[in-house]
């Protein structure tokens, strides 16, 4: 065996258990987040509460410190009303780690913030591209929708939303405030 080949199978063997590791707690993440999300269904409104902070907290999570320093400071940035920055710092996280949802989510609710609706939608795209359970992505879209003038389109993303997470904090209200209106144009 070669100098190189050596070299090649020692760095395989040193990385290895890295790997396996990463891959055991994304295995192990995606088991936590399946078990909050069946009891998600069932909970009651003050449980479905916990559940969902928990839930939030999971998708939080990049695997990075450095990462979760660019999501804190976009998050920060966000709350003080400086949603350029906010977008700048998302957009680093995104660059860096373009799987990461929950940055793409970050940076539509600064683009939404900031009236951008277009480039708002498109990251919604991607949230739910990379998870689809994702309700605060589905709820922000029910939103767009309904201050865009599509009141049937933002129905559906609010009952997407509610058939994953049941006690959405105001998606049932807007369901209802939504089927109203349809059924006054109705008569």
């Known amino acids: 065996m070669g100098i190189q080949a050596t070299i090649l199978n020692r760095i395989v063997a040193a990385l290895l258990p890295l790997f396996l590791t990463c891959a055991l707690a994304q295995a192990q993440d ?3 987040l399946d078990g909050l999300f069946e009891r998600l269904k069932t909970a009651e409104a003050g449980e479905a ?3 969902e902070r928990e839930i939030w907290l999971e998708w939080s999570k990049s695997g990075s410190p450095a990462l979760d320093l660019l999501l804190q400071r976009g998050k920060d940035a966000m709350e003080m009303g400086d949603y350029p920055a ?3 710092h998302f957009t680093a996280v995104i660059d860096h780690d373009p799987a990461f949802a929950e940055a ?3 940076r539509a609710t600064a683009y939404y913030m900031a009236g951008e609706f277009g480039p708002s939608v498109a990251d919604i795209a991607r949230v739910l591209t990379l998870n689809p359970r994702h ?7 029910a939103m767009i929708l309904e201050e ?3 009141p049937e389109q933002a129905l559906a993303a609010y009952r997407a939303a509610l058939a994953i997470h049941p006690h959405l904090e105001g998606a049932t209200e807007a369901v209802e405030r939504l089927q109203k209106a349809a ?3 109705e008569l």
């Open 148 to 150: 865009t003038g599509k």
């Open 86 to 88: 906010a977008i700048e």
């Open 183 to 185: 059924e006054g144009q």
């Open 30 to 32: 995606a088991a936590k």
């Open 104 to 106: 793409w989510n970050a």
């Open 135 to 141: 309700f605060g992505a589905l709820s922000g879209l």
């Open 49 to 51: 509460g916990r559940i």
